[in-house]
């Protein structure tokens, strides 16, 4: 089992930046990559980004490319999301997801396990 801790949401204004991180625990060897993903109401889970645990291979959904960061620190088992330019769309509730094998990494049905999630509000 892995276990995910997501921290760093919260209310910031529009063009401003936020940093989220996810920490990992657990059975974290088997972890293959991480991903962010993010659902505003009413609206389906959509992918944000996925950064592959070993490697550091980056991967970005359209809407936040140039925008946001993943990067991930292998010694604390820990993925960032650098976000930067936030927009008012930007808002909904961001989950991290881990998936311990190779697959398509925007798809959130590939991913085994998922934090708690944590709300980023952007103001305009």
């Known amino acids: 089992q892995v276990q995910l801790v997501e921290s760093g949401g919260g209310l910031v204004q529009a063009g401003g930046s936020l940093n989220l991180s996810c920490a990992a625990s657990?059975?974290?060897?088997?972890?293959?990559?991480m991903g962010w993903f993010r659902q505003a109401p009413g609206k389906e889970r959509e992918f944000v980004a996925a950064?592959?645990?070993?490697?550091?291979?980056?991967y970005y959904a359209d809407s936040v490319k140039g925008r946001f960061t993943i990067f991930r620190d292998n010694a604390k088992n820990t993925v960032y999301v650098q976000m930067n330019s936030l927009k008012p769309e930007d808002t909904a509730v961001y989950y991290c997801?881990?998936?311990?094998?190779?697959?398509?990494?925007?798809?959130?049905?590939?991913?085994?396990?998922w934090g708690q999630g944590t709300q980023v509000t952007v103001s305009s």
């Open positions: 657990g059975r974290t060897f088997s972890i293959y990559n």
């Open positions: 997801a881990a998936a311990r094998f190779r697959s398509i990494v925007a798809i959130p049905g590939n991913y085994g396990y």
């Open positions: 950064v592959i645990w070993s490697g550091g291979s980056t």
